[in-house]
């Protein structure tokens, strides 16, 4: 079982950037498709950014679009979410996931991810 781990979170000001890391604790994240949710307070868990497995293909949320950008390292097991511009819409618990199918095409559908982080917090303040 893949255990997913996410670092990077933290307060930071409208304007600000933060950079996600979510790294495997057991086993390697090469083949496999991943995503970065987030969920704010009575709010939905929802998709922000997705990358294939290959890396070759990212998907973004409309929100997200032009501030956000998902990257991988196979090298190091460990996938990204750069977050420029930050607004105070974007504070949430941001969760790393990954689909436990391999190779699977479909990494932007949300339903494919059943392999969640524990979650770490942003708070973007005004």
């Known amino acids: 079982q893949v255990q997913l781990v996410e670092s990077g979170g933290g307060l930071v000001q409208a304007g600000g950037s933060l950079r996600l890391s979510c790294a495997s604790s057991r086993r390697t994240l090469t083949g496999y498709s991943m995503g970065w949710f987030r969920q704010a307070p009575e709010k939905e868990r929802d998709l922000v950014a997705a990358i294939s497995w290959s890396g070759s293909s990212t998907n973004y949320a409309d929100s997200v679009k032009g501030r956000f950008t998902i990257s991988r390292d196979n090298v190091k097991n460990t996938v990204y979410l750069q977050m420029n511009s930050l607004e105070p819409e974007d504070t949430a618990v941001y969760y790393c996931?990954?689909?436990?199918?391999?190779?699977?095409?479909?990494?932007?559908?949300?339903?494919?991810?059943?392999?969640w982080g524990q979650g770490t917090q942003v708070t973007v303040s005004s």
């Open positions: 996931a990954v689909q436990s199918d391999r190779f699977t095409t479909r990494y932007y559908e949300r339903s494919g991810y059943d392999i």
